[in-house]
């Protein structure tokens, strides 16, 4: 069974920056890839940033040089640092993983930006 438990979200100002956590137990996590998801009142989830278990990456346009995501294996953790933050920015997170056929969410967490 795989668990991901986001961390790391919270209330900033327009211009600032979060970076949020997501650690995975019980996968095979440096074979995995892993995505972060948002989801805002009203809206549909949509992919945000991707991370492949071979480090290559893709992000949505809406936050191409502001978003960066990484990985640390020896930690099973994923990261997404989100500069210049937006209040369009604003959502909840979701970390994601795919295994065995599977796909596996966390609970998210809540990103706010005030303007």
């Known amino acids: 069974q795989v668990q991901l438990v986001e961390s790391g979200g919270g209330l900033v100002q327009a211009g600032g920056s979060l970076r949020l956590s997501c650690a995975a137990s019980?996968?095979?996590?440096?074979?995995?890839?892993f995505g972060w998801y948002r989801q805002a009142p009203g809206k549909q989830r949509e992919a945000v940033a991707i991370?492949?278990?071979?480090?290559?990456?893709y992000y949505a346009d809406s936050v191409k040089g502001r978003f960066t995501i990484s990985r640390d294996n020896a930690k099973n953790t994923v990261y997404l640092q989100m500069n210049s933050l937006k209040p369009v920015d604003t959502a909840v997170y979701y970390c994601?993983?795919?295994?065995?056929?599977?796909?596996?969410w966390g609970q998210g967490t809540q990103v706010t930006v005030s303007s």
């Open positions: 994601n993983t795919e295994q065995r056929g599977f796909t596996y």
């Open positions: 019980g996968s095979t996590f440096s074979s995995n890839g």
């Open positions: 991370i492949r278990s071979g480090g290559s990456t």
